[in-house]
């Protein structure tokens, strides 16, 4: 069992940047595959980064053009979301997610499904 919360969430103007923190519970961390996702009101959520256990990894839609990064430390059990020039097209409830990372993972298994889900952070960007 893994337990995740996020963190980092909040008001902002478009342009800046924020970064979102997910901790994990467990000591096994560095096994465990980790993403974000986002759902925006009325939307279908969305992947917008995946990460492996090594960190050595990451997976983003093809659609993003390189404003969020996503990163882990896996000595402090925590995945992180870069998030660079913010718009307000951004702004949903983002959640981190995770599921035990197996070997010769394929690329779109980084996409989903996860098995286990924080809370989410919203985050707001104000035009």
């Known amino acids: 069992q893994?337990?995740?919360?996020?963190s980092g969430g909040g008001l902002?103007?478009?342009g800046v940047s924020l970064?979102?923190?997910?901790?994990?519970?467990?000591?096994?961390f560095s096994s465990y595959?980790?993403?974000w996702f986002r759902?925006?009101?009325?939307?279908?959520?969305?992947?917008v980064?995946?990460?492996s256990g090594s960190g050595g990894s990451t997976y983003y839609p093809g659609s993003q053009k390189g404003r969020f990064t996503i990163s882990r430390d896996n000595a402090k059990n925590t995945a992180y979301l870069q998030m660079n020039s913010l718009k307000p097209e951004d702004a949903a409830v983002y959640y981190c997610?995770?599921?035990p990372q197996t070997s010769y993972a394929s690329t779109i298994s980084y996409y989903g499904p996860y098995d286990y889900w924080?809370?989410?952070?919203?985050?707001?960007v104000s035009s």
């Open 97 to 99: 997610a995770a599921k």
């Open 33 to 35: 595959s980790m993403a």
């Open 19 to 28: 970064r979102l923190s997910c901790a994990a519970s467990g000591r096994t």
């Open 2 to 6: 893994v337990q995740l919360v996020e």
């Open 49 to 51: 980064a995946a990460i």
């Open 118 to 124: 924080g809370q989410g952070t919203q985050v707001t």
């Open 12 to 14: 902002v103007q478009a």
């Open 39 to 47: 759902q925006a009101p009325g939307k279908e959520r969305e992947f």
